[in-house]
Each structure stands twice: as C-alpha cells, then as structure tokens.
Nanobody, 122 residues
Framework: QVQLVESGGGLVQAGGSLRLSCAAS????????MGWFRQAPGKEREFVAA????????DYADSVKGRFTISRDGAKNMVYLQMNSLKPEDTAVYYC???????????????WGQGTQVTVSS
C-alpha cells in the first residue's frame, strides 16, 4: 500500500489560486494512478480530478474543469493540483488518493492521505 501526505492548503480569497501537493511513498508508489477528492462540511466526499500512472490521461469533475489542473512528477513521486479562479464553494478538505487501476473514470482506491483544508472566502 502507498502512503500519501497532502500539503498546500490554506485560506484564499475568491478568484485566487492555490497549489496542493501530494507526496507518495512506498515501494510501488510509481505504479498508481492518483486522484484528488474533497469533502465539505455536511457533504459526502466527491471526486475532483485524477491522473493516470504515466500522466498521459486526466479526468476532472465538471465543477472544476477549466479551473483546476492535475499533474504529477514521477521522479519525485509527487502529484499536484493547481487550483485557479477559486470559489467559496470550493471550500473543503482535499484528499489525495491512489489506485493501481484507472479505466476511463477514476474510482477511489484504498490509500488516502490525511487531507488538507482549503478555505475560500467571498
């Protein structure tokens, strides 16, 4: 199983930007597709974005398309989520996830990070 640690969350005004990072460790961390999910207070955890093992395929939730970009650095075992044009409704705890399988639509795997808080003020 891969270990995941998120960072980069914080407080930002609406229209601003943040970049989240996820550090993956473990013997086979390079063999996983990676995803970002978020959970707002009182709501279920929802999919945000995902990237394939070699970075050649990405998927996004409709609510973040055109504003968020997922990327990865295989050499550093890092995954990033660049978030631009942030809205108050993007406020949530953001979680990194790993899954060795990613076919068309990303499904969460068993490995989760501890989460990082993103708060967007209006």
């Amino acid at each position: 199983q891969v270990q995941l640690v998120e960072s980069g969350g914080g407080l930002v005004q609406a229209g601003g930007s943040l970049r989240l990072s996820c550090a993956a460790s473990g013997r086979t961390s390079g063999s996983y597709a990676m995803g970002w999910f978020r959970q707002a207070p009182g709501k279920e955890r929802e999919f945000v974005a995902a990237i394939s093992k070699n970075g050649d395929y990405t998927d996004y939730a409709d609510s973040v398309k055109g504003r968020f970009t997922i990327s990865r650095d295989g050499a550093k075992n890092m995954v990033y989520l660049q978030m631009n044009s942030l809205k108050p409704e993007d406020t949530a705890v953001y979680y990194c996830n790993a899954n060795p399988i990613f076919i068309i639509k990303y499904r969460p795997g068993a490995s989760w990070g501890q989460g990082t808080q993103v708060t967007v003020s209006s």
